[in-house]
C-alpha cells in the first residue's frame, strides 16, 4: 500500500467528484505526491508540522495504472508519484487524524 497525507476538506471534495487531483504542490509539480508506508511518517513531519483537520488516504497502487511512477525525490529515495488524478476507488481505507496530536506521531501510530 502507498499513502496521501491531505486536509480533509480536500478528501471530502475529492469524494465528491470521484477523483482527487491534488493539492496545490501536486498540481504545480505536475503529479500527486505519494508516500511509501517507510516515507509517510517523515513526509507528515516535513510537511504537516502544526496542521489540523488531516486524512490519512491508504491506496492500492495496482488500482492506479500506468500513472504511478517511482521517482528519486527526497535523499534520493523513490517516492511513488500518481500522473493524472487519484480516483476515490484506489483508496482503501481513510483514517482521520486526531487534532491534538502531531501528524507525524499521529501517523506512527496509525502504521503501527
Known sequence: MIYKLLPTVEWDDARAVGHLVGSAVDRQDGFIHLSAADQVVETARRHFTGATGLTLLTVDPERLGDGLRWEPSRGGQLFPHL???????????????????????????LLA
Not at 488524478?85 to 501510530?109: E, G, M, R
Open 83 to 109: 500522473y493524472g488524478p487519484l480516483p476515490v476507488a484506489a483508496v482503501v481505507s481513510t483514517q482521520t487524524l486526531p487534532a491534538d496530536q502531531p501528524a507525524a506521531d499521529a501517523v506512527a501510530a
